[in-house]
């Protein structure tokens, strides 16, 4: 389980995250939603030990990771293990393989900074993209894929980590709509596996499609946790994004009732 206590961080002396506290639970899909600016990124960075605590803590299984009071920050290999990010803005310049892309999500279990990746990681490269179906383009060049074709490589290489947690920054913002769906669809397969993941998002949509937990940020504090009905309302969209809004269920052609949002 991860545990953040009083997280308190962000730029330079300017504190953007006010005393975060929440807990994720192992295999527990965990959405951060709320308006541009209001502090998720930078939640995240402070979780990941990317930007310094002005005070607080996370925690693992009962374990500090980060403990701003004692000034302890775990080394950068530790974390992660326990720790795979996807940030919202990333590109590879150089014309990798994909399998070479996943390959070097193995780098924290390296016996050292110059050992070459050994039989066990090459396994658990295979077996992220045996996870997420994208096997038959192990051999392709990354820079040549579309871009949601990029963006599962991209969480294959993270699950090469085999990570505790998988945190993801508004993963689908660049993608066109079908691509959107693609990814939410493998993300919230990997959360009904028992992943535990973290994502970012300002889309109602994608936190009724993938998540269990619900985390509603405004201006730099948490203003609510709990299940996706509880949080994704009408009063909520209202007051986090000004927008009006209808939330409704739709019935689909297997029989299950789904909510959507409609902008009134």
């Known amino acids: 389980m991860l545990r953040v206590s009083n997280l308190r961080t962000g730029y330079d002396k300017k504190e953007v995250v006010h005393g975060a506290d929440f807990t994720v639970e192992n295999g527990n899909f965990t959405c951060i939603i709320g308006a541009n600016g209001c502090g998720k990124t930078t939640a995240l960075k402070g979780i990941l030990g990317l930007l310094p605590l002005f005070a607080g803590t996370v925690s693992v299984d009962g374990a500090d990771i980060i403990d701003a009071g004692a000034g302890h920050v775990a080394p950068a290999r530790e974390r992660a293990k326990i720790f795979a990010y996807i940030p919202q ?3 590879l310049p150089f014309p990798f393989l994909v399998s070479d892309v996943v ?12 050992a ?5 990681d090459k396994i658990a490269a295979y077996h992220a993209l045996e996870t997420l179906g994208i096997e038959s383009i192990a051999k392709s060049v990354y820079t040549e894929l579309s871009g949601g074709q990029q963006q599962l490589v991209l969480i294959a290489r993270a699950l090469a980590q085999q990570p505790r947690v998988l945190i993801m920054d508004e993963p689908t913002a660049s993608l066109d709509y079908g691509n959107q769906q693609m990814v939410l669809q493998r993300l919230r397969a990997l959360g009904r596996g028992g992943m ?3 994502m970012v ?3 109602p949509h994608h936190v009724l499609l993938c ?11 948490i203003r609510r946790v709990g299940t996706p009905e509880e949080t994704v309302t009408a009063e909520m969209l209202c ?7 209808l939330v409704t ?5 297997n029989g299950e009732d789904r909510k959507t949002v409609v902008p009134l």
């Open 249 to 253: 269920s739709v019935h689909m052609q």
């Open 201 to 203: 998002t300002h889309d």
């Open 116 to 120: 070459g990746p050994s039989d066990t």
């Open 196 to 198: 535990s993941i973290i």
């Open 211 to 221: 998540a269990d937990t619900v985390i509603v940020m405004q201006d730099g504090v």
């Open 89 to 91: 803005v990333h590109s």
């Open 103 to 114: 390959l070097l999500g193995r780098t924290p279990h390296l016996a050292s900074s110059v």
């Open 239 to 245: 007051e986090i994004f000004g927008v009006r809004a």
